[in-house]
């Protein structure tokens, strides 16, 4: 471990104080570094998350819970689940059953710990009038605000992270802090990404969404059960993105928002396991997948249950 | 070591030798530093929310900046390749304001990037060996090797150059032959990259056209050579430094064809895309006539187009190119025109329609100007410094102490 310098009566900067202090140049020099600073440290310096042995980050786990606790006052469990083996994740949509209500959307925004004050959302709902061209959505409306739904003349198509197996962004990352784990999920170590947001112009599906400033969210709006790839809380400057809820399917369970879909127009599973919910899916219906042309190879699919 | 340091103080007294202009040039570009940088301390407190990009544009004015520049340090390369291949001696003899003009260049694009990022602290993540640098299959990851690369080349040559002028010696074209080769592909290579950058995506179809890296090319021949020609004005007037029409009018007559490419290539893009008028010429009618009634881009397109037409004209007629009114007027015509093609021109629409169809009409906030303006000045004020010990050195008012002497 680095030997963090602590100065007992040293002054009290606050973390914004210091950044400035650490922008102008300062950094490293004699300023006085108290408890919350020597934390600062710690991650300053901490490794790429799959860089670390096993009791590294054990240790980063236990820094971040303690920060947490800190900071929202209850009990906090950050884990680090790796992918199980023989797993390879999949998601169907059933784009007959949906009818644009957005409960997926702001389940997700609870599961997830995203910022509220400026809302981040993972799944953008698209609504596309009935006959009208939808190829290149571009004649999609995201901001649809109907007193009821479904409406009568438009369908409607989530989008959220594709989880490609052959994912843009991830090439695009020039610190390799987004990767693809075993079980096809994308994720970001938010503690290494640089918020260059080169990922986010390479994403062609606008999963990708940045941390304009501190999130902002409520300490009793905190979802204690946390995963350090997944919805552990983020900080400004870095991007953020929709983890097929890896704190929730890697220990068995649906994604929220799965569980949350009134009209079960969602479906989730293992791509490996012929018995598996997405496997009915892609051999009974004819599925499809967002933009194939650009040969990202979503591994999630659409399909249409029922009509034509 | 004691004449060393004796060197390094006669070298520090050249900044404060100055008549009153300078001071007031100093002051003037100081107080644009101090204003910028206060207005990135406000960014590094909030965020990037500062600014007017968001999720749907997510890179805008900086990234604009940062993508004009690279093409002004790459355009040196144009001094480069007559003076040294084809001896052309008058050119030849200024090519050392050109190479400091890259070196300047390359610096203000680190610093443009740097303003870009979410995580400034973390910027060591990128590096080789020490972070996780993602080497080859990120551009961004080749763009930090090409444009590092690219500052040390020009500066080893210009600062050997310097050094051996000096001390009252010529400079060896064994030492530095080599480096002036290379660094002629290596100009050509900081631009390419940095095209590729934007041109790999296919999530972007209007930058996914494989046209984008040669109108890249053409367009930074045409406004790194418009910003030396008015500099070496300038310093000709400002300095005991001659610099010889012909020089001048070479270059301009050079503008002329790069500017020529330049025209040739949009309009063979412009012709794709409006004539097919695939779904993948939103982007480009967003630019040129507004989608769905959101114009923001419309009469900045229109006017670099006229500019660079202009410009064209005049620096293709022996008699505009020679006589000095017409040719600066060319020059800032050529400058603002391909500012706006090549900076906001070619990033925003990237953008729009974003990936999901959606149109967010991008336009920098105060805090994007004041940064923007603050790291010009800075690049200003950089110049300015190296010529103050430059243009003494090149014409020998400047010589430093060696032990044989």
């Known amino acids: ?308 | 070591m004691g004449s060393f340091i004796r060197n390094f103080f006669i070298a520090l007294r050249q900044i404060f030798i100055g008549d009153r202009s300078y001071y007031l040039w100093v002051a003037f570009l100081s107080f644009f530093i101090l204003l910028g940088f206060s207005a990135y301390l406000d960014q590094l407190n909030r965020g990037l929310i500062t600014t007017a990009m968001r999720d749907q544009v997510s890179w805008g004015l900086f990234i604009s900046n940062f993508t004009f520049l690279v093409g002004v340090a790459a355009a040196a390369v144009l001094l480069v390749v007559p003076a040294y291949l084809y001896n052309f001696k008058p050119i030849k003899e200024i090519v050392l304001f050109g190479e400091l003009l890259a070196i300047t260049a390359i610096l203000m694009c680190i610093l443009f990037i740097l303003v870009d990022m979410g995580q400034p602290l973390r910027v060591w993540h990128i590096l080789p060996f020490i972070g996780a640098m993602h080497f080859p299959a990120s551009l961004l990851a080749w763009d930090v090797v090409v444009l590092n690369g690219y500052l040390a080349i020009n500066s080893i040559i210009a600062f050997y150059v310097l050094y051996r002028l000096s001390i009252g010696k010529e400079y060896s074209m064994t030492v530095i032959g080599p480096l002036i080769i290379l660094s002629i592909p290596w100009a050509v290579s900081i631009h390419t990259v940095t095209a590729f950058l934007y041109n790999g995506l296919s999530s972007r179809p209007y930058w996914n056209a494989s046209i984008l890296a040669p109108r890249f090319l053409a367009s930074a021949f045409c406004s790194g050579p418009a910003i030396m020609l008015v500099l070496f004005q300038i310093i000709r007037k400002r300095s005991a430094v001659e610099i010889d029409n012909k020089a001048i009018f070479k270059i301009a007559e050079l503008i002329a064809y790069a500017m020529a490419v330049n025209l040739f290539l949009l309009g063979a893009e412009a012709f794709k895309e409006f004539y097919s008028g695939g779904v993948d010429s939103y982007s480009i009618q967003y630019l040129y006539f507004g989608l769905h009634g959101k114009t923001s881009l419309v009469p900045w397109m229109w006017a670099a187009s006229l500019f660079n037409v202009t410009a064209f004209f005049l620096f293709l007629f022996p008699k505009t190119r020679e006589n000095f009114t017409t040719l600066n007027i060319g020059c800032v015509l050529i400058i603002i025109g391909v500012y706006i093609e090549k900076g906001m021109g070619l990033i925003v629409p990237g953008f729009v329609p974003d990936t999901l169809g959606e149109i967010y009409e991008y336009s920098p906030t105060t805090s994007e100007i004041v940064i923007t303006m603050g790291i010009w000045a800075v690049g200003a004020l950089i110049y300015t410094l190296l010529l103050k010990f430059a243009v003494p050195i090149y014409t020998g008012k400047l010589r430093f102490e060696t032990k044989e002497r």
């Open chain 1, 1 to 308: 471990m680095r030997k963090i310098v602590k100065k007992k009566d040293g002054i009290h900067l606050d973390r914004r104080t210091f950044l400035k202090g650490a922008a102008l140049g300062l950094a490293g020099t004699a300023l006085p570094l108290n408890k919350a600073d020597a934390s600062f440290w710690e991650s300053f310096f901490q490794k790429h998350f799959r860089e670390m042995n096993d009791a590294e980050i054990k240790q980063v786990l236990s820094r971040l819970e303690r920060e947490y606790e800190e900071k929202y006052k209850k009990t906090i469990k950050v884990g680090s689940e790796k992918a199980i083996p023989g797993v390879l994740f999949g998601y169907g949509l059933d784009l007959s059953r949906c009818i644009g209500c957005r409960k997926c959307v702001y389940a997700c925004v609870e599961e997830n710990n995203q910022s509220k004050d400026p809302q981040i959302h993972w799944i953008s709902v698209l609504r596309f009038k009935k006959g009208e061209k939808w190829v290149d959505l571009e004649e999609s409306e995201k901001y649809y605000n109907p007193e009821l739904v479904p409406e009568q003349d438009y369908f409607y198509m989530p989008v959220q992270c594709q989880q490609c197996e052959n994912p843009p962004c991830v090439r695009a990352c020039p610190t390799q802090a987004t990767w693809k784990d075993p079980d096809g999920i994308v994720v970001i170590d938010y503690n290494w990404c640089i918020g260059c947001r080169y990922c986010m112009a390479a994403c062609p599906y606008g999963a990708r969404h940045f941390n304009w400033t501190e999130p902002g969210r409520k300490p009793e709006e905190i979802n204690p059960q946390m995963h350090y790839l997944g919805n552990r809380p983020r900080v400004k400057g870095v991007v953020e993105k929709c983890t097929f809820c890896v704190q929730r399917t890697r220990n068995g369970r649906y994604p929220a928002c799965v569980e949350a879909c009134p009209v079960g127009a969602r479906k989730f599973g293992n791509l490996l396991d012929p018995n598996s919910e997405i496997r009915y899916a892609i051999e009974h219906k004819r599925v499809f997948r967002l933009k194939e042309d650009l040969n990202t190879y979503p591994k999630f699919y659409y399909f249409f249950a029922y009509g034509v």
